[in-house]
Every structure is written in C-alpha cells, then in structure tokens.
C-alpha cells in the first residue's frame, strides 16, 4: 500500500505535465491534428491520468487489498486515479500563475 502514494504523485505530475505545459504543446497540437480524440485525450489531465495510472499500476504492481488479484488490481487502479487526480489539482492551482 505505501507505495501507491509516490506513485500516484508520479502519475498525477506525468498528466499535468504532459496536458498542460508550453514543452508538450507541440506534441498535442500534432495529436489533434492526426486524431481528434487522441488530442483531446493528451489535452485531459483527467482522462490521461487513468491511462497512466493503468501503466504504472501493471508495471509496479501497488497493493491495496487483500482481494484476489483482478479485484485488487482493479482497486490499486482506481485508488491511483484518484490519488493522482488531487496530486494534479493541487500542481494545477500551485501552477495557475505560471500557465497561459
């Protein structure tokens, strides 16, 4: 369980950055142009934090319950979006003077 903390941080920064700064703005102008649904995913924090909380939760494997492991998996998922959702609001509301 300790570790899905740091990891959700990791998860909640990775969407932040990824859907919000000036450094990734090329990359999801590209995306958009290409794939609407794919721009608008990379433009969501929200919507890209599940996808990358669904990585990193199949590569470290956080446990939260004692469930068998598909459900535990699934709970580890979920408690990691939820996580890294609060960790990208608070970057967000840290980050507003600093955005365009």
């Keep these: 369980?300790?570790?899905?903390?740091?990891?959700?941080?990791?998860?909640?920064?990775?969407?932040?950055?990824?859907?919000?700064?000036?450094?990734f703005e090329p990359i999801r102008s590209r995306v958009m142009r290409k794939s609407k649904w794919f721009g608008t995913l990379l433009s969501?924090?929200?919507?890209?934090?599940?996808?990358?909380?669904?990585?990193?939760?199949?590569?470290?494997r956080p446990y939260v319950t004692d469930l068998n492991p598909v459900l535990d998996f699934g709970v580890a998922w979920l408690t990691m979006v939820m996580l890294s959702s609060i960790a990208f609001g608070i970057i967000g509301r840290g980050m507003k003077e600093s955005l365009p």
């Design 44 to 60: 969501c924090p929200y919507c890209i934090g599940h996808w990358l909380a669904l990585v990193a939760t199949g590569l470290y």
């Design 1 to 23: 369980m300790h570790e899905i903390l740091p990891l959700s941080a990791a998860v909640g920064s990775a969407a932040f950055t990824i859907s919000r700064t000036k450094v």
